[in-house]
């Protein structure tokens, strides 16, 4: 019995954790866990997904190479994983989650505003998590004989949505404990789903192993490929998760080695997306379509009832995470509101915009903007974040002060340096930004020739820029050295 179900059983109530997760309350050590299995199973649900596949066969559908592609994935990734990680064990040091700790960063209010974007970056990836999937899901259902795939099926996809919707925020509605054992007890099943699914298309089907890049992919547009990828499914895929790697790492006993917890989350992210990726990457290799649901049931139309289940299971396991995050966001904007509230507000709000998705949106356009927005903003605060704990506070936070009201927080109210470093690493990150909209098409990008540097440029201004300012402020001030 771990520490988490030992302080649960013997305590008062159902689940005596749910008073410090609804308050946005610190947790107390002797309700921390020391087993891993529940942080890898959490990072592996939420990226055993339709959209990773759908993204690893981005590469090849720009005209690169199968293995190519697959290089992309795998390099990328271990850097970006290797950053998510790292964030992972801020929030086992500090045991607050990741927009309580920008309060010791930007500033006890000036911590709003990454909180707000938060809160909404949550919320929109859990309708476009749950709308992504609608059309496979009818095109599943159609090779089961249940709906017409010639019709639009616009009245059914809502009626999918609704029940995933409702489905995810109950999950979410009983706290860490009820999303750690969903991931625990359905992921097994699923991964042994996807592994039928890698087996039929390693000797079933007719994939193109030796695929090679196109032959009109020359130059700067070669380039501009390989850092679309890359930002999409490569480094900018573990730079998505950095907001929310302390709210379910809060949970680990501080006793657990780094390295262990380190190993167990990033390994959960890292697995899954590779496998799912070249998994999507080879089934392009098949079909010259960009809807992912044509291109799932071209290949498995056979095993139509098992790809639904692994279908269905991806929005909920992910989406579990994204409404509880989401909650615990909005809380730290100091709106008190018991976090079972918000959840069923976010489920709400989310479902409109799923609605609006299926009446209106194009899929491609779509996902893509979204993408590479989260990006932008997610690299300069991680970088924000990074510099302030190893070189600002050196490794060393005072964690209760940074639940304190405002009125009685030591915290300075604002840090502008921080929140200058961030606005200037958002407007970088959209200067070397080369999205499918013009408007997100940023001049670097397109001098470049289409190459998007944005998570780097990003990155390195937010997280210079605020080295820079706070070592002239600590000069200026006579506050002790900043080093990295």
Same mark, same amino acid.
Not at 97 to 120: C, D, H, I, K, N
């Given at each position: ?13 159902? #689940? ?60 990328? #990734? ?8 790292? %964030? ?6 500090t045991g607050v ?29 859990? =309708?476009?998590?749950t709308w992504i ?20 099926? #616009? ?17 979410a509605w009983f ?13 097994? $099943?699923?991964? =042994? ?5 890698? *087996? ?62 380190? *190993? ?5 992210? %890292? ?31 056979? &095993? ?11 929005? *909920?396991?992910?989406?579990?995470? #994204? ?33 609006? %998705? ?14 590479? +927005?989260?990006? +932008?903003? &997610?690299? $300069? ?50 200067? %070397? ?11 670097? =990008? ?15 201004? =937010? ?20 080093? *990295?």
């Open positions: 019995m771990t520490a988490l179900d030992a302080a649960t059983s013997s305590a008062s109530g159902p #689940n005596p954790l749910e008073r410090f997760e609804s308050e946005l309350e610190p947790i107390p050590e002797s309700a921390k866990t020391h087993d891993l299995r529940g942080q890898f199973w959490i990072w592996a649900g939420a990226n055993i997904a339709p959209i990773n596949w759908v993204l690893g066969a981005l590469g090849v559908q720009m005209g690169l190479g199968l293995w190519e592609t697959v290089a992309v994935l795998v390099v990328g #990734n271990l850097i970006g994983m290797s950053i998510f990680g790292t %964030f992972v064990i801020i929030g086992q040091k989650t990741g927009m309580v700790l920008s309060r010791a960063v930007f500033g006890r209010r000036g911590a709003y505003v990454p909180a707000a974007v938060q809160a909404l970056v949550c919320m929109g990836w859990c =309708a476009v998590n999937v609608l059309d496979l899901v009818m095109a599943l259902l159609g090779e089961l004989g249940v709906v017409d795939p010639d019709l639009d099926n #616009n009245a059914a996809k809502i009626l999918v949505a609704a029940i995933i919707m409702v489905v995810q925020v109950t999950i706290g860490y404990r009820a999303i750690s054992a969903f991931e625990r007890w359905t992921v097994p $099943p699923t991964v =042994a789903i996807l592994l039928l699914m890698t *087996l039929v298309a390693s000797i079933g089907l007719d994939v193109n192993w030796g695929q090679g890049t196109a032959p009109d992919l020359t130059g700067s547009a070669h380039f501009g490929a390989i850092t679309a990828v890359m930002t999409a499914i490569g480094i900018g895929w573990g730079l998505t998760w950095l907001g929310y790697a302390g709210d379910y790492s809060r949970f680990v006993s501080r006793e657990v080695p780094s390295r262990r917890l380190f *190993l167990a989350s990033a390994l959960g992210q %890292f697995i899954p997306v590779i496998w799912l990726g070249v998994l999507g990457a080879s089934l392009a290799t098949l079909s010259d379509s960009t809807d992912p649901g044509r291109i799932i049931v071209d290949a498995y139309g056979a &095993l139509a009832l098992p790809v639904l289940l692994l279908v269905v299971h991806g929005p *909920l396991a992910t989406n579990i995470l #994204n409404v509880y995050t989401c909650a615990v966001s909005t809380q730290a904007l100091d709106i008190h509101v018991h976090r079972r509230v918000l959840n069923a507000i976010i489920g709400v709000v989310s479902m409109a915009i799923v609605v609006y %998705f299926v009446l209106n949106s194009d899929f491609a356009t779509t996902i893509d903007s979204w993408l590479v +927005g989260i990006v +932008g903003w &997610l690299s $300069p605060w991680g970088a924000v974040v990074l510099v302030h704990w190893f070189a600002v506070a050196r490794r060393e936070i005072d964690a209760p002060s940074l639940f304190a009201k405002p009125a009685d927080s030591p915290l300075p109210m604002v840090r502008p340096t921080a929140l200058v470093a961030l606005a200037l690493g958002i407007v970088m990150t959209w200067m %070397f930004m080369y999205g499918m909209l013009e408007v997100m098409q940023g001049p670097a =990008a397109v001098a470049l020739g289409g190459v998007d540097l944005s998570w780097l440029a990003g990155g390195l201004t =937010a997280g210079l820029g605020y080295w820079l300012m706070e070592t002239a402020r600590a000069k200026k001030t006579g506050d002790q050295a900043i080093s *990295l």
